[in-house]
């Protein structure tokens, strides 16, 4: 293509061109509008994050509350949102709300997307729940593959769930479990190997 031929080519389509460029440009802002509000909404989740704290830590639970709710309805895309579930189930928890503690760690038990960690940790704290309100089978379907990471913890849970249902031989077989996946100086072992002297008091 020549000169003159593109330059006439320019001339007719220029109307297109100027939308295609003006497509490109709000594109570029917008990314960097959003990117911006991200930061903002991510900053301002952290220090409704910081005071969620310091008012759990002063005993002031009312704030924590309000705090948390409003990290979760506004910042719900936050990584601070799912410690919000946290706070919220452990004061739920505090205040007898059992039903209310179970549905914030359920739910987040079925978030995929929670940072690393955070899940089997909502799994080991809902699993411990049920059994403290003696819904052993759900903590032990709950617990049907116990997390690497914590694992200790989830077979654990699993002798608990089991030992309360009269399972003796396969809550001590879970002790072992959570035995073996402790480090060899661990101080807890002690107490795993009592809740299994027990079961045999017991059996």
Known sequence: MTGPEFTAYLQRHRKLLIVFFVLIIAGVLAFFAYDKYQRHQIERAGVLYSEMSDSLASGNDATARASAETLLHNYHSTPYAAMARFYLARL??????????????????????????????????????YIEQGKNQQALQLLQKPDKAFAAVDWELRGDAEAKMGQGAKARADYQKALAALPATDPYAAFLQMKMANLGVAG
């Open 92 to 129: 739920d928890t505090d205040a007898n709300k059992t039903a209310a503690a179970e549905a914030q760690l359920e739910k987040l038990v079925s978030n995929n997307d929670l940072p690393t960690g955070l899940q089997p940790l909502a799994q080991a704290s809902l699993a411990r729940l």
